[in-house]
């Protein structure tokens, strides 16, 4: 499967933004979808990730209450609607697929999009 996010852009702070990540390939509704993010000279950080038929969702606890992520199988597309958004939120936010559910272990996800950037700023 491949995958491109798309959505990040400049924002103040309490603003919100949506991210999609649109996919590709007839076997995209049998993966766990992820969203992780990586802040200058910072570590890789879970942000959510869904179950195939989007049963159940997994937040990172700096995002929990704030971020909700969703799947639409039909359109092949993850989102995530961020909201009450902080200046430590900037980061290039990527999109990822995996065949099981570790929702927070990136190396679980075996597929990856490009990045969109995401900035909050006063």
């Known amino acids: 499967v491949q995958l491109q996010a798309f959505g990040g852009g400049s924002v103040q702070p309490g603003g919100s933004l949506r991210l999609s990540c649109a996919a590709s390939?007839?076997?995209?509704?049998?993966?766990?979808m992820g969203w992780f993010r990586q802040a200058p000279g910072k570590e890789r950080e879970f942000v959510a990730a869904?179950?195939?038929?989007?049963?159940?969702?997994a937040y990172g606890d700096s995002v929990k209450g704030r971020f909700i992520i969703s799947r639409e199988n039909d359109k092949d597309t993850v989102n995530l609607q961020m909201s009450s958004l902080k200046p430590e939120d900037t980061a290039v936010y990527l999109c990822?697929?995996?065949?099981?559910?570790?929702?927070?272990?990136?190396?679980?996800?075996?597929?990856w999009g490009q990045g969109t950037l995401v900035t909050v700023f006063s």
């Open positions: 869904i179950t195939r038929g989007a049963g159940s969702t």
């Open positions: 390939g007839r076997t995209y509704s049998t993966y766990v």
């Open positions: 990822a697929a995996g065949p099981s559910w570790r929702p927070n272990m990136s190396a679980t996800y075996d597929h």
